[in-house]
């Protein structure tokens, strides 16, 4: 596929993710992708270590960590895979045919990971799904069950001036319009759920923070947060 090629196809999907194709091609995401990269302080040198992905939507982080010499890096979605919304796996499977991508893809909802379905890995990457989950301590446990070293959790985060672990639900759409927003859980809670679920450390390494508006999610910020956790 030759450069006029690739942006035609590029112009015909809706991106999440910004990724540069290369050649001067970059992709038309609406997420502030190169912002949050900066955010979870991913590992800069990843050599021969094995990435999860859970919910790599366009792939960005994936191909991102597959560039930081991870062995293996293995990319999960259902939701922004199956058209339910307007996310489409479209995007990851143009972007990893261009970049001659080894990032291994699998349909998988959060709540059905196990370790006997992906494996188990040294870094998992969870950005942007809790607040997503009705069950966030459920998809915490899976998380939590195929991770051998770190997590890194990058979620919206809510009621930040309460001083205890507290979660707002939001029943009808009231974050940002979005009616598969679920919780809103403040930096106390994050926390104090990572070490329920098993992690023996966990801290904030970025934010309460606002990021910039994401026209994708009704041109509202969000209050973001990041998280490393650590068996």
Not at 11 to 37: F, Q, S, Y
Request: proline share 5%; charged share 20%.
């Amino acid at each position: 596929m030759n450069a006029d090629q690739l942006k035609a196809e590029v112009a015909k999907i809706r991106w999440w993710h910004t990724i540069d194709l290369g050649n001067g091609i970059i992709t038309p995401g609406e997420d502030a992708t190169a912002v949050k990269l900066k955010t979870i302080k991913m590992p800069e040198d990843l050599k021969g270590m094995s990435v999860l992905d859970i919910g790599a939507w366009d792939g960005f982080f994936s191909f991102e960590a597959e560039r930081r010499g991870a062995a293996r890096v293995l990319a999960v979605d259902s939701f922004c895979w199956s058209d339910k919304g307007w996310g489409r796996k479209a995007g990851f499977d143009l972007a990893k045919k261009a970049l001659n991508s080894n990032v291994e893809d699998m349909f998988l909802e959060v709540l059905d990971i196990t370790p006997a379905k992906t494996g188990m890995f040294d870094l998992v990457l969870f950005l942007g799904v809790l607040y997503h989950m009705r069950h966030p301590m459920l998809a915490l446990e899976k998380a939590f069950s195929v991770t051998k070293k770190q997590l890194i959790l990058e979620t919206h985060v809510d009621m930040c001036a309460v001083p205890e672990p507290v979660m707002r639900f939001y029943a009808c759409g009231e974050l940002n319009n979005d009616v598969t927003s679920w919780w809103g859980p403040n930096p106390q809670a994050v926390l104090a759920m990572l070490g329920s679920v098993g992690f023996k450390t966990a801290t904030i390494v970025y934010g309460p923070a606002l990021l910039p508006a994401s026209p994708g999610r009704g041109n509202v910020p969000l209050i973001r947060a990041v998280f490393h956790a650590f068996r």
